[in-house]
């Protein structure tokens, strides 16, 4: 299999990138939990919920402490080691996305936060897509955020856009529900970032 392009991207250095960019941001001020924020406005109180590409653990750590079942999956060993330092309260699961099967739960959500989506192998895309939506239970979720445009990716170009993400989600069953520009629910009209909220039927 291709290597990832966050492997790529990162050049094995994946976790010293992240949490130096994420520094950066809290000591800016930004809010780093929209994106939990976000998902458990969505989930029902106390859901089962899968952070897909986990990294560090940030999205899941937040929705255990606001009351969610977590586990988080990624491929990452010194990332997920992080994870599994900071907290035991969420089941972390090393492992690549197009392993995702081999948990047993089906999931009342599943997010993939942080530009996960673009930062898969290449030509894996709708696999995953399809992987991800065999873990919702009927009536689940998948909840996307990644970037469009260069400015929104530690990338030179977009692998893919919002019509061929569609199409992935569509050949595995879901339906689009709702897309916005930001994790604060910003209406989606068009640019470099979108979140977009599909369902699996049932």
């Given at each position: ?10 050049g094995g250095q994946g976790v010293e990138a992240f949490n130096a960019r994420f520094a950066a ?43 969610f079942r977590c586990v988080g999956i990624d491929s990452d060993p010194a990332m997920l080691a992080q994870a599994r330092e900071t907290s035991t ?114």
């Amino acid at each position: 299999m291709n290597e990832s392009r966050w492997a790529t991207a990162t050049g094995g250095q994946g976790v010293e990138a992240f949490n130096a960019r994420f520094a950066a941001l809290a000591a800016a001020g930004a809010d780093l939990h929209g994106e939990a924020r976000f998902v458990a406005s969505l989930a029902r109180a106390g859901g089962l919920v899968l952070d897909a590409g986990c990294g560090t653990g940030r999205v899941a750590l937040k929705l255990a402490e606001l009351g969610f079942r977590c586990v988080g999956i990624d491929s990452d060993p010194a990332m997920l080691a992080q994870a599994r330092e900071t907290s035991t309260d969420v089941r972390w699961v090393l492992a690549d996305l197009l392993d995702v099967d081999q948990l047993a739960e089906h999931f009342d959500l599943v997010v993939t936060a942080g530009n996960v989506m673009p930062l898969l192998a290449p030509g894996t895309e709708a696999e995953v897509v399809g992987l991800l939506a065999d873990r919702l239970a009927p009536g689940g979720l998948l909840v996307a955020g990644f970037g469009l445009d260069p400015a929104h990716l530690p990338l030179a170009e977009a692998p893919f856009g919002l019509p061929d993400y569609d199409r992935w989600c569509a050949a595995a069953g879901l339906e689009l529900v709702e897309r916005f520009a930001t994790w604060d629910r910003t209406p989606y009209e068009s640019g470099g970032y979108a979140v977009s909220v599909h369902r699996r039927p049932g």
